[in-house]
């Protein structure tokens, strides 16, 4: 039995568990990463909007937030994107750890623009960040493959994006009349479908899902990654310390990266699982680099 004290912990291990999955259905739905990242948001919606009628969530908007609500969508859009593709290119494992470099631009708008306290940890974080991650790839960054370099940079722009949206959805709630997650969720949420279905209609892109397979796979990511993982965490957050909800946060890309070598056998020597572990370290230094002023 969980006790309530154990139970936030539970759902953020749970929520962090499902999100992990999320390359894995990306990879399986073998399908443009325009699409994928398109289907992620449209089906997540769908079954937002429904759990939002249910609970009679919704609210008219102002000019102003429905103006934060297409921002919102633009940079997830565009934090899709470029994890999706980077997918295809380095696989769900590396380019999930990448994406979770968006810690580094947090914590640095956090010192630089918002002048919270920097700490020895944050300047540690960088550049241990960036050793981990040459211990994956090889320590010549010049000699990979043009394909790996491009997955690279594209899991690099997907942590810029994603800090934006983050920094987006915070103002966006912050003005918002309710407290209800479900609601900002499923407005970031359609309006990524919106802006990504329009990207799609410009680059002749198909809306026709062509197997049970793909569908299936597109269903998952949707519900679990973009729903229920989201769901899960964003709950249990305000009732766990940071220090513990950042270790357990960090199980995400660690699994993503096990998948990624389980399912997908990805080519990994012991050098390697040390960069990961390395990396990993970085992210949750990076998490703590900060501090407010007194």
């Known amino acids: 039995m969980i006790t309530a004290t154990k139970s936030p912990v539970v759902l953020i291990l749970t929520g962090a568990l499902f999100i992990s999955f999320s390359g894995v259905w990306v990879t399986w739905a073998d399908v443009h990463p325009l699409v994928s ?44 994107i470029c994890w999706h593709a980077s997918i295809d290119f380095i696989g769900p494992g590396l380019a999930t750890i990448l994406g979770n470099f968006q810690v580094f631009l947090l914590t640095g708008y ?6 919270e306290r920097c700490t020895l940890k ?30 690279i940079f594209l899991g690099l722009a997907t942590a810029a994006f994603y800090a934006v949206f983050i920094l987006i959805l915070r103002r966006l709630q912050a003005s918002l009349a309710t407290d209800s997650i479900f609601f900002s969720l499923m407005l970031c949420s359609a309006s990524t479908a919106l802006v ?19 569908l299936g796979s597109l269903i998952c990511l949707g519900l679990f990654s973009q729903v229920i993982g ?18 357990i946060l960090l199980l ?12 997908f056998n990805r080519p ?23 501090r407010k002023r007194n």
Not at 234 to 247: K, Q, V, W, Y
């Open 37 to 80: 990242a398109f289907y992620r948001v449209f089906f997540g919606a769908l079954f937002l909007v429904t759990i939002c009628a249910l609970k009679r969530d919704f609210q008219p908007l102002t000019p102003n937030q429905w103006l934060l609500v297409l921002l919102a969508g633009i940079s997830f859009g565009g934090d899709l």
């Open 110 to 115: 956090a010192i630089f623009i918002l002048h």
């Open 122 to 151: 944050f300047i540690i974080s960088l550049p241990l960040a960036f050793f981990g991650i040459s211990m994956i790839i090889g320590l010549d960054f010049s000699s990979l493959p043009h394909t790996d370099r491009t997955g």
């Open 196 to 214: 990504l279905g329009i990207g799609m209609v410009g680059l002749n892109q198909s809306f026709i899902i062509t197997s049970g397979y793909t």
């Open 230 to 247: 989201w769901l899960l965490i964003t709950n249990a957050l305000p009732m766990t310390s940071p220090a513990i909800a950042g270790l």
């Open 252 to 263: 995400q890309p660690a699994l993503a990266f096990c998948w990624d070598v389980l399912i």
């Open 268 to 290: 990994t020597e012991l050098l390697n699982w040390l960069g990961v572990a390395v990396a990993l370290i970085a992210i949750y230094l990076g998490m703590a680099g900060s």
